[in-house]
C-alpha cells in the first residue's frame, strides 16, 4: 500500500504539473493567430480579426478612394444669361461659353496665322471695346494691342534661345477715374498648336477674362488698384508674346503681381499648382476669397523640377519680371489637349461657372490689397508657402519656417511615442534590446517589400510590354487597380507574413509583433519627415501628417486604450489613419488624371507602361503601407493572401485574352485617341565646303506612345517601311532631323518612312554673308536666314572651336545637351507677321593648332 500510495500520488503530482503547463500554454496559444505553427495541435482560440473582417476593411478603403474620385467630378450649378438680373455682379458662365464658341470657330489659331493675327485679334477687340462701351462711368478701361520683338534664353526642356518677330498682344486695363500706380495682371493666351481649335488651351481661359471684365465694369465703385488683362497671342510659341509684354510694354512697370490661367486639360476643376515665389499674402488672399479651392505645393515642386514636360507664361513673369504669382491650370480629361477635339463641347459650364467665380473673387481681393504697395509687399514677401487643400473644402497654408517647426514637433512626438513602446516591451519581459532589434529588423522587412512591390509592378509592367498589351488603362484607368494596386499591397503582405514566421520563435505574444510592425512604419515616416526637413522638401507636409497620425494611434493603443485585445484594436488603429489615407487619396486621385493622359505624348522610348506602373506602385505601396501589420492579427491569412492574388491572376488573362484592354476610345464623350505626329519633310546635308552631300525625302513618324507605329500597321500599310531612325543620330546633330522645339531628350525614338519630296511654297536658304577674323583668334560669320515663318537654328561648334557670343540675343548663349561631347545651341526663330530676312552673326573662338 505504501509503495502503491506513493506511485499514485507521484502520478497525481506529475499530472497536476502537466495540467498547469497545458493551461499555460492554451493561455499562450490564444494570443496567436491560426498561422502560428505553435498551435497546430492545440485549441485555438480566435484572434479579434476574420478573414472577412480584414477583407471589409481593405474595401471600406476601395470605396473611400472611389467616393473620392466622384466627388472630384462635382461642379457648381452654371449660371445662364437669363440668371443675370437676378445675379447682376456674378460670373455668367454661358456667356463664357458663348465667347468660347466664337472663339474656336476661327480654327486653329497658331502664331503668324491669319487666324491668330488679325481674326483672332478682331475678336478679342470687338469684345472688349463692346464691355467698354457698357461700363459704368467710374471706371476708366483702356485698350492697346501690342506688336512686339525680341529674344531671351529659355532652359524649358534641352534649353534653347527664342526669337520673336512682330507678335501681338491684347492689352486692357480696368481702372478707376483716379488710376491707382499699381496694378495686377491677369494673363491668358488665345494663340494655339498647329492642329487644335484651343478650347481649353487657352481659349477658356480667355472667354473667362473677357466675363470677368464685363463684371468688373458693371461694378459701382472702381478698385483701389488697377487690373491688367493679357491675352498674349504667342505662348503655344513658347512663351513669346508674355515676355513681350513683362518687358518692354509701358504698363508693365507698375505690375505687383499676377495670376496666370492655362490648361493642359479639358473641364474639370482648375488647380493651383504654383505660387510665389515668395508673398504668402498671395496664398492668404486665395484661402480667405475662393469658394472651391484646390491646390498643392506638391504639384508645384513636381512641376518645378522639370518630370511633367511643360511650362507656363508664370516662368517669364517671375524670372524677367521678377513678380511673384498664382498659376492656375486645367488637368482633368487631358487626353485631348493640343489635338483637334480641344472644342467647346469638350469644356463644362460648371467649369467655366468654378473658374469664374473663383478667379474673379481672387481678382477683386487682390486688386484691393493693400500688399501690391510695394512698401507693403516687401514687408510680407520673406519666405517660401507650403500649402494645399483639404478634399477642395478649405485651404491649409503657413510658411516654410512654419512648417519647419512642425516638422520638428511632430518629429519630437514621434521619438516619445516609440521610447514609451520601447520602455512598456520590458514590463512585458522583453529585453529592451531585443525589441530595438526587432524594431529596426521590422523596418527592414517593410522596405524590403517596399522593394519587391516596385519589382514586381515593374516586371508586370514589362512582361505586358513585350506581350504588346500596354497601356490598358490609358482609356480605363480601373486596369491601374488590377494590374498595379493590388501587387502594390499584397506583395508586402506576403512578406511580412514570412518575415513573421521566422519572428515568432523570439517575439511570442502576436501583440506585441502587431506593434513592433507599426513602430517601424512609424520610424519610416520619422525618416521621411527628416529628410524633407533637411533637404526643405516642401511636399514634407505629407509624411509629417503620417507620423503625427501614427503618434496619435500608437498613444491610444498603448496607453488609453492598451486593455483592449479584441476587434477595437485593429478599427482603432485603421481609424486613426483613415484623415492622412483621405488626403493623400485625393492628392494621387489628381495626380493619375494628370499622368495618364501625358503617358499618351510622352515618347516611345519611355516605356509608359513601366513608368506608369513604377508610379502607380510606389504611390500606391506607401499609401496602403499602414494596412499591412494588420495582416498579423488575422485568422488566416492565407484566405486574404490567396483572394487577392487571384484577382491580380485573373486580371492578367483577361488583359492578355481578351480584348478588354485596348488602350483607346473614340467615344464622344470620353475620348482617348492615339495620337501620331507625321511630319512629310525634305532633308538636305551640306559639306563642309556648302557642297551638296546628301538629299532624302519621306516622312518622319514621331512616335508619341509605345504602342506607335505598331498599333496602326494594320491600318496604314506604308508603316510596314517605317524604319527606326538611329545611325543618323549618331552622325547628325539632332539626327539630322527638323525638330521645331528642343526634345531631343524627351522624344528619341522615330521612325522614317521614304517617300516623294513635299511642296514647300516658302523654301529656307541660310547665306554665309561675311567671314570675319578679330582680335583674340575670334571668328565672326554673319548670316541671313529667309523662309517661312517657323525656324530652327541649330549650332554645335567642331572640335577646338567655342561659341562665346552672337546676335540673336544679348545673354549668354545657353547651350543644350551635349552631342559627342561637343555643346549644341538651339534657336528657335518665329515671324507673326511683316516677314524680314533675319540677320545674325555667331562669334566663334578658335584655338590655335600646336605644331609640334
Same mark, same amino acid.
Not at 199 to 226: F, I, K, T, Y
Given at each position: 500500500?505504501?509503495?502503491?500510495?506513493?506511485?499514485?500520488?507521484?502520478?497525481?503530482?506529475?499530472?497536476?504539473?502537466?495540467?498547469?503547463?497545458?493551461?499555460?500554454?492554451?493561455?499562450?496559444?490564444?494570443?496567436?493567430?491560426?498561422?502560428?505553427?505553435?498551435?497546430?495541435?492545440?485549441?485555438?482560440? &480566435?484572434?479579434?480579426?476574420?478573414?472577412?473582417?480584414?477583407?471589409?476593411?481593405?474595401?471600406?478603403?476601395?470605396?473611400?478612394?472611389?467616393?473620392?474620385?466622384?466627388?472630384?467630378?462635382?461642379? $457648381?450649378? $452654371?449660371?445662364?444669361?437669363?440668371?443675370?438680373?437676378?445675379?447682376?455682379?456674378?460670373?455668367?458662365?454661358?456667356? %463664357?461659353?458663348?465667347?468660347?464658341?466664337? /472663339?474656336?470657330?476661327?480654327?486653329?489659331?497658331?502664331?503668324?496665322?491669319?487666324?491668330?493675327?488679325?481674326?483672332?485679334?478682331?475678336? #478679342?477687340?470687338?469684345?472688349?471695346?463692346?464691355?467698354?462701351?457698357?461700363?459704368?462711368?467710374?471706371?476708366?478701361?483702356?485698350?492697346?494691342?501690342?506688336?512686339?520683338?525680341?529674344?531671351?534664353?529659355?532652359?524649358? &526642356?534641352?534649353?534653347?534661345?527664342?526669337?520673336?518677330?512682330?507678335?501681338?498682344?491684347?492689352?486692357?486695363?480696368?481702372?478707376?477715374?483716379?488710376?491707382?500706380?499699381?496694378?495686377? *495682371?491677369?494673363?491668358?493666351?488665345?494663340?494655339?498648336?498647329?492642329?487644335?481649335?484651343?478650347?481649353?488651351?487657352?481659349?477658356?481661359?480667355?472667354?473667362?477674362?473677357?466675363?470677368?471684365?464685363?463684371?468688373?465694369?458693371?461694378?459701382?465703385?472702381?478698385?483701389?488698384?488697377?487690373?491688367?488683362?493679357?491675352?498674349?497671342?504667342?505662348?503655344?510659341? *513658347?512663351?513669346?508674346?508674355?515676355?513681350?509684354?513683362?518687358?518692354?510694354?509701358?504698363?508693365?512697370?507698375?505690375?505687383? !503681381?499676377?495670376?496666370?490661367?492655362?490648361?493642359?486639360?479639358?473641364?474639370?476643376?482648375?488647380?493651383?499648382?504654383?505660387?510665389?515665389?515668395?508673398?504668402?499674402?498671395?496664398?492668404?488672399?486665395?484661402?480667405?476669397?475662393?469658394?472651391?479651392?484646390?491646390?498643392?505645393?506638391?504639384?508645384?515642386?513636381?512641376?518645378?523640377?522639370?518630370?511633367?514636360?511643360?511650362?507656363?507664361?508664370?516662368?517669364?513673369?517671375?524670372?524677367?519680371?521678377?513678380?511673384?504669382?498664382?498659376? =492656375?491650370?486645367?488637368?482633368?480629361?487631358?487626353?485631348?489637349?493640343?489635338?483637334?477635339?480641344?472644342? %467647346?463641347?469638350?469644356?463644362? /459650364?460648371?467649369?467655366?461657372?468654378?473658374?469664374?467665380?473663383?478667379?474673379?473673387?481672387?481678382?477683386?481681393?487682390?486688386?484691393?490689397?493693400?500688399?501690391?504697395?510695394?512698401?507693403?509687399?516687401?514687408?510680407?514677401?520673406?519666405?517660401?508657402?507650403?500649402?494645399?487643400?483639404?478634399?477642395?473644402?478649405?485651404?491649409?497654408?503657413?510658411?516654410?519656417?512654419?512648417?519647419?517647426?512642425?516638422?520638428? %514637433?511632430?518629429?519630437?512626438?514621434?521619438?516619445?511615442?516609440?521610447?514609451?513602446?520601447?520602455?512598456?516591451?520590458?514590463?512585458?519581459?522583453?529585453?529592451?534590446?531585443?525589441?530595438?532589434?526587432?524594431?529596426?529588423?521590422?523596418?527592414?522587412?517593410?522596405?524590403?517589400?517596399?522593394? /519587391?512591390?516596385?519589382?514586381?509592378?515593374?516586371?508586370?509592367?514589362?512582361?505586358?510590354?513585350?506581350?504588346?498589351?500596354?497601356?490598358?488603362?490609358?482609356?480605363?484607368?480601373?486596369?491601374? =487597380?488590377?494590374?498595379?494596386?493590388?501587387?502594390?499591397? #499584397?506583395?508586402?503582405?506576403?512578406?511580412?507574413?514570412?518575415?513573421?514566421?521566422?519572428?515568432?520563435?523570439?517575439?511570442?505574444?502576436?501583440?506585441?509583433?502587431?506593434?513592433?510592425?507599426?513602430?517601424?512604419?512609424?520610424?519610416?515616416?520619422?525618416?521621411?519627415?527628416?529628410?524633407?526637413?533637411?533637404?526643405?522638401?516642401?511636399?514634407? =507636409?505629407?509624411?509629417?501628417?503620417?507620423?503625427?497620425?501614427?503618434?496619435?494611434?500608437?498613444?491610444?493603443?498603448?496607453?488609453?486604450?492598451?486593455?483592449?485585445?479584441?476587434?477595437?484594436?485593429?478599427?482603432?488603429?485603421?481609424?486613426?489613419?483613415? #484623415?492622412?489615407?483621405?488626403?493623400?487619396?485625393?492628392?494621387?486621385?489628381?495626380?493619375?488624371?494628370?499622368?495618364?493622359?501625358?503617358?499618351?505624348?510622352?515618347?516611345?522610348?519611355?516605356?509608359?507602361?513601366?513608368? *506608369?506602373?513604377? @508610379?502607380?506602385?510606389?504611390?500606391?505601396?506607401? /499609401?496602403?503601407?499602414?494596412?499591412?501589420?494588420? @495582416?498579423?492579427?488575422?485568422?488566416?491569412?492565407?484566405?486574404?493572401?490567396?483572394?487577392?492574388?487571384?484577382?491580380?491572376?485573373? !486580371?492578367? *488573362?483577361?488583359?492578355?485574352?481578351?480584348?478588354?484592354?485596348?488602350?483607346?476610345?473614340?467615344?464622344?464623350?470620353?475620348?482617348?485617341?492615339?495620337?501620331?505626329? +507625321?511630319?512629310?519633310?525634305?532633308?538636305?546635308?551640306?559639306?563642309?565646303?556648302?557642297?551638296?552631300?546628301?538629299?532624302?525625302?519621306?516622312?518622319?513618324?514621331?512616335?508619341?506612345?509605345?504602342?506607335?507605329?505598331?498599333?496602326?500597321?494594320?491600318?496604314? $500599310?506604308?508603316?510596314?517601311?517605317?524604319?527606326? +531612325?538611329?545611325?543618323?543620330?549618331?552622325?547628325?546633330?539632332?539626327?539630322?532631323?527638323?525638330?521645331?522645339?528642343?526634345?531631343?531628350?524627351?522624344?528619341?525614338?522615330?521612325?522614317?518612312?521614304?517617300?516623294?519630296?513635299?511642296?514647300?511654297?516658302?523654301?529656307?536658304?541660310?547665306? &554665309? &554673308?561675311?567671314?570675319?577674323?578679330?582680335?583674340?583668334?575670334?571668328?565672326?560669320?554673319?548670316?541671313?536666314?529667309?523662309?517661312?515663318?517657323?525656324?530652327?537654328?541649330?549650332?554645335?561648334?567642331?572640335?577646338?572651336?567655342?561659341?562665346?557670343?552672337?546676335?540673336?540675343?544679348?545673354?549668354?548663349?545657353?547651350?543644350?545637351?551635349?552631342?559627342?561631347?561637343?555643346?549644341?545651341?538651339?534657336?528657335?526663330?518665329?515671324?507673326?507677321?511683316?516677314?524680314?530676312?533675319?540677320?545674325?552673326?555667331?562669334?566663334?573662338?578658335?584655338?590655335?593648332?600646336?605644331?609640334?
Amino acid at each position: 500500500m505504501p509503495l502503491l500510495c506513493g506511485v499514485y500520488c507521484q502520478n497525481l503530482e506529475r499530472s497536476e504539473r502537466s495540467e498547469i503547463r497545458y493551461r499555460a500554454k492554451l493561455r499562450h496559444e490564444s494570443l496567436l493567430p491560426k498561422h502560428y505553427p505553435d498551435q497546430k495541435h492545440a485549441f485555438r482560440t &480566435l484572434l479579434p480579426a476574420s478573414t472577412l473582417c480584414y477583407l471589409t476593411i481593405l474595401v471600406s478603403f476601395v470605396l473611400i478612394f472611389v467616393i473620392i474620385e466622384q466627388l472630384e467630378k462635382q461642379l $457648381p450649378p $452654371p449660371l445662364m444669361v437669363k440668371d443675370e438680373p437676378a445675379n447682376p455682379h456674378r460670373f455668367i458662365a454661358e456667356r %463664357a461659353k458663348n465667347h468660347v464658341v466664337n /472663339l474656336t470657330s476661327l480654327g486653329p489659331r497658331p502664331t503668324g496665322s491669319f487666324e491668330n493675327e488679325v481674326l483672332a485679334v478682331n475678336f #478679342l477687340s470687338k469684345e472688349i471695346n463692346y464691355i467698354i462701351s457698357r461700363a459704368k462711368k467710374v471706371h476708366r478701361i483702356v485698350l492697346d494691342v501690342q506688336k512686339v520683338s525680341g529674344s531671351f534664353p529659355l532652359s524649358f &526642356l534641352d534649353g534653347m534661345t527664342s526669337v520673336y518677330r512682330n507678335v501681338q498682344n491684347v492689352v486692357v486695363r480696368i481702372s478707376g477715374v483716379q488710376e491707382s500706380a499699381h496694378s495686377l *495682371l491677369i494673363n491668358c493666351h488665345f494663340d494655339t498648336v498647329t492642329d487644335s481649335p484651343g478650347g481649353s488651351d487657352d481659349g477658356a481661359s480667355c472667354a473667362v477674362m473677357l466675363e470677368m471684365l464685363r463684371v468688373m465694369s458693371q461694378r459701382d465703385a472702381a478698385l483701389p488698384h488697377n487690373v491688367v488683362l493679357l491675352f498674349n497671342g504667342a505662348e503655344e510659341n *513658347l512663351l513669346q508674346a508674355s515676355h513681350g509684354f513683362i518687358t518692354q510694354h509701358r504698363w508693365a512697370s507698375e505690375v505687383r !503681381a499676377f495670376v496666370n490661367l492655362e490648361s493642359c486639360g479639358a473641364g474639370g476643376r482648375e488647380i493651383l499648382f504654383q505660387a510665389g515665389p515668395e508673398h504668402p499674402w498671395l496664398m492668404q488672399a486665395y484661402a480667405e476669397t475662393v469658394p472651391y479651392p484646390l491646390a498643392s505645393s506638391l504639384a508645384q515642386e513636381v512641376f518645378e523640377s522639370g518630370i511633367i514636360p511643360g511650362d507656363t507664361d508664370f516662368r517669364i513673369f517671375r524670372d524677367f519680371g521678377h513678380i511673384s504669382g498664382l498659376d =492656375f491650370a486645367w488637368v482633368t480629361n487631358g487626353y485631348v489637349y493640343h489635338t483637334r477635339l480641344d472644342n %467647346a463641347a469638350q469644356i463644362p /459650364l460648371g467649369t467655366l461657372q468654378r473658374t469664374g467665380d473663383n478667379i474673379l473673387s481672387l481678382t477683386l481681393k487682390l486688386a484691393s490689397a493693400d500688399q501690391l504697395v510695394p512698401s507693403s509687399s516687401q514687408s510680407a514677401a520673406a519666405g517660401k508657402i507650403i500649402f494645399f487643400d483639404v478634399i477642395g473644402a478649405f485651404i491649409v497654408y503657413w510658411s516654410e519656417l512654419v512648417g519647419n517647426l512642425l516638422n520638428v %514637433a511632430v518629429l519630437a512626438f514621434s521619438i516619445y511615442t516609440l521610447n514609451f513602446n520601447i520602455n512598456k516591451s520590458v514590463s512585458e519581459d522583453i529585453v529592451k534590446q531585443l525589441y530595438m532589434r526587432q524594431m529596426f529588423l521590422c523596418t527592414g522587412v517593410i522596405v524590403c517589400g517596399w522593394v /519587391l512591390s516596385l519589382l514586381t509592378c515593374g516586371l508586370t509592367a514589362f512582361t505586358l510590354t513585350m506581350l504588346n498589351r500596354a497601356m490598358s488603362w490609358f482609356a480605363r484607368p480601373v486596369w491601374i =487597380f488590377f494590374l498595379y494596386i493590388i501587387p502594390s499591397l #499584397l506583395v508586402p503582405l506576403l512578406v511580412t507574413l514570412l518575415a513573421a514566421r521566422r519572428q515568432r520563435l523570439v517575439i511570442r505574444s502576436p501583440w506585441t509583433l502587431f506593434r513592433l510592425y507599426c513602430d517601424a512604419n512609424q520610424i519610416l515616416y520619422t525618416t521621411m519627415t527628416l529628410i524633407c526637413l533637411l533637404f526643405r522638401i516642401r511636399s514634407g =507636409f505629407i509624411p509629417a501628417m503620417w507620423l503625427f497620425f501614427s503618434c496619435i494611434s500608437s498613444v491610444l493603443r498603448e496607453r488609453i486604450f492598451a486593455h483592449w485585445k479584441d476587434w477595437r484594436i485593429l478599427v482603432l488603429y485603421v481609424g486613426c489613419l483613415v #484623415l492622412p489615407y483621405i488626403e493623400c487619396a485625393y492628392i494621387i486621385n489628381g495626380s493619375l488624371q494628370l499622368i495618364i493622359p501625358i503617358m499618351g505624348r510622352s515618347g516611345s522610348g519611355n516605356h509608359a507602361e513601366i513608368v *506608369l506602373g513604377m @508610379i502607380s506602385s510606389a504611390m500606391f505601396t506607401l /499609401l496602403l503601407s499602414f494596412l499591412v501589420p494588420g @495582416i498579423l492579427l488575422v485568422q488566416i491569412p492565407k484566405r486574404v493572401v490567396s483572394f487577392l492574388s487571384a484577382i491580380f491572376f485573373i !486580371a492578367i *488573362l483577361v488583359l492578355i485574352l481578351t480584348p478588354l484592354g485596348f488602350p483607346y476610345s473614340s467615344d464622344p464623350a470620353a475620348p482617348a485617341p492615339q495620337r501620331h505626329m +507625321i511630319l512629310h519633310v525634305e532633308r538636305t546635308f551640306h559639306g563642309v565646303g556648302g557642297e551638296v552631300e546628301e538629299q532624302r525625302a519621306g516622312f518622319w513618324v514621331i512616335n508619341l506612345d509605345v504602342n506607335s507605329p505598331r498599333s496602326v500597321s494594320s491600318l496604314v $500599310p506604308e508603316m510596314a517601311r517605317a524604319q527606326v +531612325i538611329d545611325e543618323d543620330c549618331d552622325k547628325r546633330l539632332y539626327c539630322g532631323l527638323p525638330y521645331i522645339i528642343p526634345v531631343m531628350t524627351f522624344i528619341w525614338q522615330t521612325h522614317w518612312i521614304p517617300g516623294p519630296s513635299p511642296i514647300i511654297s516658302i523654301p529656307t536658304e541660310l547665306t &554665309l &554673308l561675311q567671314r570675319e577674323v578679330r582680335p583674340q583668334n575670334i571668328h565672326r560669320l554673319t548670316f541671313e536666314a529667309v523662309g517661312p515663318d517657323h525656324m530652327t537654328l541649330l549650332v554645335s561648334p567642331r572640335d577646338g572651336m567655342e561659341l562665346i557670343g552672337w546676335s540673336v540675343d544679348a545673354s549668354k548663349p545657353l547651350a543644350g545637351p551635349k552631342w559627342h561631347g561637343r555643346n549644341t545651341y538651339f534657336v528657335y526663330y518665329s515671324c507673326a507677321s511683316d516677314p524680314e530676312p533675319w540677320r545674325f552673326y555667331i562669334d566663334f573662338k578658335v584655338r590655335p593648332y600646336k605644331i609640334a
